[in-house]
T-cell receptor, first 118, second 117 residues
Framework: AQKITQTQPGMFVQEKEAVTLDCTYDTSDPSYGLFWYKQPSSGEMIFLIYQGSYDQQNATEGRYSLNFQKARKSANLVISASQLGDSAMYFCAMRVPNYGGSQGNLIFGKGTKLSVKP | GAVVSQHPSWVICKSGTSVKIECRSLDFQATTMFWYRQFPKQSLMLMATSNEGSKATYEQGVEKDKFLINHASLTLSTLTVTSAHPEDSSFYIC?????????????FGDGTRLSIL
């Protein structure tokens, strides 16, 4: 079964410091994609970063990087130099393969609430 | 690019009313759109996959007759909550993926907060 696990309900980080948000996944399919989304209190879902299962290098997007450890089935999000505006819910998601009757939809973890302290 | 517009952003109505929510991809075509539901402090749960020109695919436990989905064009999908009751109050959010490539991220609308009195 496809599953995403985020074990940290809430995290605190001091402004300007780095923080790692944990995400583990479970799938038997060799082809999958992993996504991180940010959801501020206003509700919109903001795409942050993507990692494909066959990608050799860890994905990076500005202050966001994804620590992809395939053997451990983990895809942790690292936010460097935290800013007050980073305070939000963060969701890790896995794309269900786009075949076999599925449509490539996303399965989400329960999320981690990040609070950045000034 | 890849903007998804969702309307309305907030609905408050009486029990028994039907509510229509629109999801539009503004700058790309989407043969597939997804509808999610999110309860307070919980994750997004997929309700159904909306397919242009064909019937939607509903997840287990989601009532097809309760949540009507119409994907009439490549840029518009609608979700109608029929005869809404207080238990239908929730945050509904749609998403669409530009192109067929599976590594393209889904882009989300801003969501609709539905409150049934």
């Amino acid at each position: 079964a496809q599953k995403i696990t985020q074990t940290q309900p809430g995290m605190f980080v001091q402004e300007k410091e780095a923080v790692t948000l944990d995400c583990t996944y479970d799938t038997s399919d060799p082809s999958y994609g992993l996504f991180w989304y940010k959801q501020p209190s206003s509700g919109e879902m903001i795409f942050l970063i993507y990692q494909g299962s066959y990608d050799q290098q860890n994905a990076t997007e500005g202050r966001y990087s994804l620590n992809f450890q395939k053997a451990r089935k983990s895809a942790n999000l690292v936010i460097s130099a935290s800013q007050l505006g980073d305070s939000a819910m963060y969701f890790c998601a896995m794309r269900v393969p786009n075949y076999g009757g599925s449509q490539g939809n996303l399965i989400f973890g329960k999320g981690t609430k990040l609070s950045v302290k000034p | 690019g890849a903007v998804v517009s969702q309307h309305p952003s907030w609905v408050i109505c009486k029990s028994g009313t039907s509510v229509k929510i629109e999801c539009r991809s503004l700058d790309f075509q989407a043969t597939t759109m997804f509808w999610y539901r999110q309860f307070p402090k919980q994750s997004l749960m997929l309700m159904a996959t909306s397919n242009e020109g064909s019937k939607a695919t509903y997840e287990q436990g989601v009532e097809k007759d309760k949540f009507l989905i119409n994907h009439a064009s490549l840029t518009l999908s609608t979700l109608t909550v029929t005869s809404a009751h207080p238990e239908d109050s929730s945050f509904y959010i749609c998403s669409a993926r530009p192109g067929l490539s599976s590594n393209q991220p889904q882009h989300f609308g801003d969501g609709t907060r539905l409150s049934i009195l």
